[in-house]
Nanobody
């Protein structure tokens, strides 16, 4: 059974930091691209950061570059998102995503249940 379980969300003041974790099980974690998405109320879900499976390339949304860092530990089947210098506009539900190309335009894709991050004074 595939599971992605996020943790580490919460309430933080502007300028503060949080570290999100996503523990994966039930699939070959090291072969998947791992990403963090977020969705704020009334907005579409957006990609925050992604890390490839082998060469460990990273990609970030412009709005978080220089503040957020994605990392992964393949031995622990866990992906992290270190969030620094948090702003009120970072408030959203953050989702962990695992994706792998299976050819023919198809892909394997799994989502976590989400963790709430609220940045407010």
């Amino acid at each position: 059974q595939v599971q992605l379980v996020e943790s580490g969300g919460g309430l933080v003041q502007p300028g503060g930091s949080l570290r999100l974790s996503c523990a994966a099980s039930g699939f070959s974690f090291s072969t998947y691209v791992m990403s963090w998405y977020r969705q704020a109320p009334g907005k579409e879900r957006e990609l925050v950061a992604a890390m490839s499976s082998v060469v460990l390339y990273t990609k970030y949304a412009d709005s978080v570059k220089g503040r957020f860092t994605i990392s992964r530990d393949n031995a622990r089947n866990t992906v992290y998102l270190q969030m620094n210098s948090l702003k009120p506009e970072d408030t959203a539900v953050y989702y962990c995503n695992a994706e792998k190309d299976r050819g023919w335009g198809l892909k394997y894709e799994y989502w976590g249940q989400g963790t709430q991050v609220t940045v407010s004074s």
